[in-house]
């Protein structure tokens, strides 16, 4: 093993160490120090083997948070899942980790937050605004409708 490869597997440790990272992205960081081709693989194989890198944990923390944090449907997270080359199994992984209760109570309270912000008589504009709203975080139409189905 080279010096560089020591010392670009000892940054990317930390650089993994900080957050929860992907292959693609310590593969972006890798390039972005000079280190490509054999030598990144070996510094990823390393990095896998210490578990300092680990796309199935990713992937889960990725979907829970982004769900309990920011609101995101199943739809907005696996689309950005994917954008970060998160595939298959991981991918599925990721998706349990999202509760069919809290997910349909989550859409429910974004949508009870979003009618209060709502300053319009018309029901049908309100309806249309608050599907645009549920639709733009990612939840899928049918509950979106079943959700406000549901309240009326």
Known sequence: MTDVVKDAIRKAAMFCAYQERTQQEVRDRLKEWGVWGD???EVIASLIEQNYLNEERFAKTFAGSKFRVKGWGK?????HLQQRG???YNLE???KEIASDDYKSTLTDLLARKRRSIHDDNPLVVKQKLVRYALSKGYESDLIFAVLGSEE
């Open 39 to 41: 030598d990144a693989e």
């Open 75 to 79: 739809r907005k997270i696996k689309q």
């Open 86 to 88: 998160i595939a298959g």
């Open 93 to 95: 992984q990721a998706m």
